[in-house]
C-alpha cells in the first residue's frame, strides 16, 4: 500500500524531473496539476467526475474508474467512469470477493496485472483492455475507495508511472473524504434547517390567528423570534361570561429546547384556565407541575392576565416577568406586584394585583427581546423608551417591534420579541374591530 503523502509525491517528483525523460517529465507535471486541481473541489459528484475525465485524457487510459467504500454494507459502489461501456454508476462489487477493485478493498495493496488475460483476479469488462492497475484510496488508515486505470497494451505502466499513480491517488483519497464530509455536514445542515421550519411553522400555528372580539376593547399581539424557532409565547383565552385570559411568557434559552418547553406549557396553563381559576391560582398550580416536569436550570417567566369586559377590570399574576405598562393619557406607570419566583424553579405561591381600567388607556405586555435590544453602540432601548413611545397615538404590537428594530440600526433582534397591547374602543372603533 503507498504511504507516501501527495506533498511527498510533488517533492520528489520535482527532484527527479532532472533525471527522468521528457516524456516522463510532462506526466509528472500533468499528475501535479490534476492533484491541485482536484484538491480544491467539495462537490463529491464534480470531484470524481474531474478525476476520471482528466486522468483518462491526460493520460490516454481507455478506461477510469472510482469504486467509494461503503463499510457497512461491506461493498463497493461505482461512483465514477470513463471509457466502460458495461458498467454504469452504482454498479456494486463486494469487498474481497470480486475482481481487482475488490482484492484491492480487501488486503490494501495495489494491484497490477500487466496482462489481464493471466491475472486471477481480473474480470472481463472492455475487449481491448490489456493491462489494468487498480490502488487503494487510503486517509488515515481507512479505506475510501479504490481506484482504477486500464489501458489497449499490455503492460502499458511502468515502475515510474505506477509510482506517481499511487501518488495521485493519495490525493484522490483525500479530496474525496473531505469532499464526502462536506456532503454530509451540508445534507445534515439541510436537515436542521427543514426541522427548525417545520418546528416554526408548528410554533407558529400556536399562536392566536387573530385578535378576539371583545365588546368596548381591542386587544393585539405579535411575537418576532430571533432565530427560526424561539422561546416566547402570547394567547388569549376566552374564559366565558366576558372574561379574556391574556397570557405572555418566555421560556429560559432559545432554539428547539425551548421551543419544546413552551408548547408544554402552553399545554398546560390552557388546562388550567378552563377552570376559571384566578391569575395567581393558574400560576400556582402551573408552577407546581413545571417543577417537576422542567428539567434542571430551566424555568418560565410569565404575565397571566385576566381582563373582566363587564366591570372594566384587569386583574394579573406575574411570575418573574416584566411588568405590564399602563398607559393614561400622558401618565404612564409599570404595573407593580409582588412577584413571584419564574416557573419551574421551586414550590411557591403567587399573588395577584386587579385595577379598575381607567376610562382611556393602553396596556402593553412585552417581553425583554423589547426592552434590552441594543443599538451598536451598545445601548438598551429601555423601559422610558418603551414608556414613551406607547404614549403615542395609533401605537400597536406591530409599530412598537418596528420601533425596536429601527432603534437597534442593523444590530439586529438578538432575543425574541414579543408585544401584546390592550386598549378601550372609541365609539367609532366598533365596528372596525367587529370586521376584523
Not at 478506461?63 to 467512469?81: K, P, R, T
Amino acid at each position: 500500500m503507498a504511504t507516501s503523502t501527495g506533498s511527498t509525491m510533488m517533492n520528489a517528483g520535482t527532484d527527479l524531473i532532472g533525471t527522468l525523460p521528457r516524456d516522463r517529465v510532462q506526466e509528472l507535471l500533468k499528475l501535479q496539476k490534476a492533484a491541485q486541481k482536484i484538491g480544491s473541489i467539495l462537490d463529491l459528484d464534480q470531484l470524481i467526475d474531474k478525476i476520471v475525465n482528466d486522468i483518462a485524457c491526460s493520460f490516454g487510459c481507455v478506461e477510469i474508474n472510482v469504486f467509494l467504500h461503503e463499510a457497512q454494507q461491506g461493498e463497493l459502489v461505482l461512483a465514477g467512469v470513463h471509457g466502460c461501456s458495461v458498467h454504469h454508476k452504482g454498479h456494486r462489487l463486494k469487498v474481497g470477493k470480486e475482481g481487482l477493485v475488490g482484492y484491492v478493498a480487501a488486503t490494501g495493496q495495489m494491484r497490477y496485472a500487466p496482462d489481464v488475460a493471466v491475472d486471477p483476479y481480473y474480470i472481463a469488462c472492455e475487449a481491448d483492455t490489456r493491462s489494468e492497475v487498480a490502488i487503494p484510496l487510503v486517509v488515515e488508515g481507512e479505506l475510501v475507495g479504490v481506484f482504477t486505470a486500464s489501458h489497449h497494451d499490455a503492460n502499458a505502466f511502468d515502475a515510474d508511472q505506477l509510482w506517481l499513480f499511487q501518488g495521485l491517488c493519495s490525493h484522490i483519497g483525500a479530496a474525496v473524504q473531505n469532499a464526502r464530509r462536506f456532503q454530509q455536514e451540508r445534507s445534515e445542515r439541510e436537515k436542521m434547517s427543514r426541522e427548525a421550519q417545520e418546528a416554526r411553522s408548528i410554533q407558529q400555528a400556536l399562536l392566536p390567528k387573530s385578535s378576539p372580539y371583545i365588546p368596548g376593547y381591542a386587544v393585539s399581539g405579535v411575537s418576532i423570534s430571533a432565530g427560526a424557532i424561539g422561546g416566547d409565547w402570547y394567547d388569549f383565552l376566552d374564559l366565558g361570561e366576558g372574561r379574556w385570559g391574556l397570557v405572555l411568557a418566555d421560556v429560559s434559552g432559545k432554539g428547539t429546547a425551548a421551543a419544546l418547553l413552551m408548547s408544554a406549557t402552553r399545554a398546560m396553563l390552557r388546562s388550567l384556565a378552563e377552570n376559571s381559576c384566578t391569575p395567581a391560582e393558574v400560576l400556582t398550580k402551573l408552577n407546581k407541575l413545571l417543577v417537576e416536569d422542567f428539567p434542571s436550570g430551566r424555568f418560565v417567566t410569565m404575565v397571566y392576565a385576566v381582563l373582566d369586559a363587564s366591570k372594566g377590570t384587569l386583574t394579573y399574576a406575574n411570575a418573574g416577568h416584566l411588568p405590564p405598562l399602563l398607559v393614561n393619557g400622558e401618565e404612564t406607570r409599570f404595573l407593580q406586584t409582588e412577584m413571584g419566583l419564574p416557573l419551574g424553579i421551586r414550590h411557591g405561591s403567587f399573588s395577584e394585583t386587579t385595577i379598575l381600567l381607567p376610562e382611556q388607556f393602553r396596556i402593553a405586555l412585552y417581553s425583554d427581546g423589547i426592552t434590552e435590544a441594543e443599538n451598536p453602540v451598545d445601548e438598551e432601548y429601555g423601559a422610558m423608551r418603551l414608556a414613551t413611545f406607547v404614549q403615542k397615538k395609533g401605537v400597536c404590537p406591530e409599530s412598537l417591534v418596528d420601533d425596536v428594530r429601527s432603534f437597534a440600526n442593523g444590530a439586529g433582534l438578538r432575543d425574541d420579541a414579543t408585544v401584546i397591547m390592550l386598549t378601550r374602543c372609541q365609539p367609532g372603533d366598533m365596528e372596525s374591530q367587529g370586521n376584523d
